[in-house]
């Protein structure tokens, strides 16, 4: 996730080049976001300012869907986010003591971003790969069959 | 296609890709170049090889030689050995119970594997394996032979039924969407696989995807749609990937595009994909958001069948539902209704997740009790304990403790015993649960992805929560029990759609069959199952500590004083019931009261 500071001449552009990928139809919204998200990290206030005069659609409609959905952040995050998996199966095979790990080590709650800008910590629900649980991903990076010792020396590897 | 005598398929996985299976690949790739025999065997990446926790692991065919935690510096005896001398190498092998989890296994005895046939066996990335294993006849056969009413009987007389959840009978669905009048029809995928402990639908979208394109054809050929969409939630990046060059393969071959099979058909397919919003699993929420709209379910009727995406006649099926097209027009409608039960015919695919020996995928035809699925397919209870519950159906499904282990599993049975069959994840939970905890849980996750769009969940769900945190922190009041009852009932009743109606039932189910759990907390303020951590405490047995110092090290906060040979002790004002101490002392002194 880059967290390098865009004037608002580039937001805009990274704008353009994502509706110009879907086409500038309502339907491709979603598709549309995702883009802007993979690409910034998150969906800045101009660049959903562009999409509605690109679209013709309302700005409010577009904030609506892009806070409605989990991968979409509106807020820049950290240089590396960590998504905890908090569903049942990952919670019933020893997530519950990798949670407060993490909790500990990182110091923040889900939802928060480190003081230093490096993780943002959120809780997200199931990714399909409950034979490993628990499990978390870091940025792409996906992390299976989690025990507590693990998560110091997971988390020394990222910059 | 050129023909190998060997094919080693190296395992892409997410947790194998982490441990350098790529790499190993490359080094496979090399080593049989080198050993000039690239015209003889052929070296592929799959997913779903399955032995995730003990990766890179690769397979070797036809042998079926399944080779683990290979290093780098192994490949060139390996391949020396194995492909140039014949001399398996033995040691590598993966032992024949394997530890750890492994996704898809050789299904045992009591396994049918319709859905899940060909995962793991051909190359999901090219359309001529799946051509050889009677891929696309189906497809051939129906455009060929019979009209588009002829197929929904087929459909209807396989008795299938909608394998999302719902349970509908998949050719009266059809039939609706046939019937409706539209200058344009639909055919949707719900690909949006959101109940924990659910990868079915995964598994045969890297596994197998053209078995579900296929399906889709068909089905689109019967109710008169000329377009589709597979909607596939965004968690799945390689599943997606798959899904895409299969259909880009098909369209290479003339089996999406205009007049098929040299018909007057003609069907385009595309994929969109999710962003993370549970709720969109619901049909008509994900209709809204292949609209580029909030994932909102709305009041039905109107059914999608009738005005649907775009105000459309709209067919919206499970990726699994689908699947079983092609091998039901192959193989006939009666063999699949000679499976399973009265009501509920053909097998199911699930997935077992949670406490039990060999987590991973299954698929059995229903009818099959729970016992069996628990003990001989899963292997029982992990580290020997004892069994204390199921959770079926995913977050709205019910909790099923002992006396239901000899339900034979369908529809109607797992309904009637108060939990529902949801798309097939099942939790299996030992009795270090607590079902209090768990509801809660459940309830956690419904909140978050409750879309807020009606009072009933939005709000309903939300004290239902607070209520149970109240009560897992040791603030549980007189009375709370039947106050979550009464709002159970308000919400179950005057939700909008089905995620409110379900979101009650871990409550109700926990406190059917484990009300006395939910007392303890409330009244003793205790947690039997030892996991609430307001109402735990850890403690070190002075009779077991020999003084290693081992928890004082590795406490994260550090509430643990002792000398070196001394007996230690826990701050309980400073404890956060993390439990690293409990994991790491290697003497049993750490006790949880």
């Not at chain 1, 299976?144 to 910059?159: F, H, M, R, S, V």
């Not at chain 2, 014949?86 to 045992?108: C, D, H, N, S, Y």
């Not at chain 2, 990937?241 to 205009?258: F, M, P, S």
């Amino acid at each position: 996730m880059s967290v390098e500071v865009k004037n608002d001449r580039d937001l805009i552009k990274t704008a353009d080049k994502a509706v110009d990928m879907y086409h500038a139809k309502k339907e491709e919204l979603i598709p549309i976001l995702m883009k802007v998200n993979q690409d910034l990290g998150y969906i800045p206030k101009v660049v959903m300012a562009h999409i509605s005069s690109r679209l013709n659609i309302p700005q409010s409609h577009i904030n609506s869907v892009a806070s409605f959905y989990h991968m979409f952040f509106t807020k820049q995050t950290g240089r590396h986010v960590i998504k905890m998996c908090e569903s049942a199966p990952c919670h019933v095979s020893g997530g519950r003591e990798v949670f407060n790990t993490l909790k500990e080590n990182l110091g923040i709650s889900p939802g928060e971003t480190t003081k230093d800008d490096k993780w943002t910590f959120i809780t997200t629900s199931c990714l399909g790969v409950c034979a490993v649980a628990p499990v978390m991903m870091v940025d792409e990076d996906i992390y299976g069959n989690l025990t507590p010792e693990q998560i110091p020396d997971i988390l020394a590897k990222y910059e | 296609m050129a023909y190998f005598r060997s094919h080693i398929l190296v395992c892409n996985d997410p947790e194998c890709l982490e441990k350098g299976s790529m790499e190993i690949l490359d080094l496979l790739k090399k080593e049989i170049t080198k050993q000039g025999l690239e015209d003889e065997v052929q070296v592929l990446d799959t997913p779903r090889i399955g032995a995730c926790a003990q990766g890179p692991e690769i397979m070797v065919y036809p042998e079926g030689h399944h080779y683990i935690q290979l290093e780098k510096n192994n490949i060139p005896f390996l391949v020396e050995e194995q492909f140039l001398k014949g001399r398996p190498v033995t040691k590598w092998f993966a032992p024949e119970i394997p530890e750890g989890a492994q996704e898809l296994r050789e299904p045992t005895t009591k396994e049918v594997r319709v859905v899940l046939r060909n995962c793991g066996k051909i190359d999901p990335e090219n359309i001529e394996e799946y051509i050889a294993e009677d891929g696309y006849q189906a497809l051939a056969q129906v455009l060929t032979d019979s009209n588009p009413d002829e197929v929904i009987q087929i459909v209807k007389d396989s008795g299938l039924r909608g394998r999302g959840g719902a349970g509908f009978p998949t050719g009266v669905k059809w039939g609706f969407t046939h019937d409706a009048i539209g200058d344009q029809k639909y055919v949707v995928c719900n690909a949006d696989e959101g109940d924990p402990g659910a990868f079915m639908n995964r598994a045969v979208l890297e596994g197998d995807p053209h078995s579900v394109v296929e399906g889709m054809i068909i089905a689109a050929y019967a109710i008169g749609a000329s377009q589709g969409y597979i909607y596939c939630r965004a968690e799945y990046p390689i599943a997606v990937k798959t899904v895409k060059i299969a259909i880009n393969q098909a369209k290479n071959y003339g089996l999406i595009g205009e007049k098929i099979f040299g018909s007057e058909f003609s069907f385009d397919l595309e994929v969109r994909q999710g962003a993370g919003a549970f709720v969109c699993g619901e049909e008509t929420a994900l209709i809204a958001s292949i609209e580029g709209r909030r994932g909102e379910p709305r009041p039905r009727p109107p059914f999608p069948a009738v005005s649907g995406l775009f105000g459309k006649p709209t067919n919206i099926n499970n990726v699994e539902s689908y699947a079983n097209i092609p091998q039901i027009i192959l193989r006939g409608p009666e063999w699949f209704a000679g499976m399973g039960t009265e009501k509920s015919k053909g097998t199911k695919t699930f997935a077992l997740a949670g406490d039990v020996n060999k987590t991973g995928l299954i698929e059995v035809p229903f009818g099959i009790t729970l016992r069996e699925i628990i003990f001989d397919i899963g292997g029982g209870i992990k580290n020997g304990r004892k069994y204390k519950a199921i959770q079926t159906g995913g977050p709205m499904g019910g909790c099923l403790p002992e006396q239901y282990l000899d339900l034979p599993v369908d529809y109607e049975k797992l309904t009637e015993a108060g939990s529902i069959m949801g798309s097939g994840g099942m939790v299996v939970m030992d009795d270090e649960t607590c079902m209090v905890d768990i509801a809660r849980f459940f309830l956690e996750f419904i909140q978050d992805e409750s879309c807020g769009k009606c009072v009933p969940c939005r709000v309903g769900t939300k004290r239902m929560l607070e209520i149970l945190t109240r009560i897992c922190n040791g603030e549980g009041k007189d009375g709370d029990i039947e106050l979550l009852e009464n709002l159970c009932m308000e919400i179950r009743e005057d939700s909008l759609c089905g995620l409110g109606k379900g979101a009650p039932n871990p409550v109700v189910s926990t406190l059917r069959f484990f009300r006395d759990e939910y007392e303890a907390h409330i009244y003793n303020k205790e947690c039997p199952a030892k996991v609430c951590r307001a109402l735990i405490n850890y403690e070190i047995d002075p009779e077991k500590c020999v003084g290693c110092t081992l928890c004082a090290r590795n406490c994260p906060v550090e509430a643990i004083s002792g000398e070196r040979k001394e007996t230690h002790v826990i701050d309980p004002d400073i404890c956060i019931r993390c439990g690293i101490c409990k994991q790491v002392c290697n003497y049993e002194a750490v006790l949880v009261t």
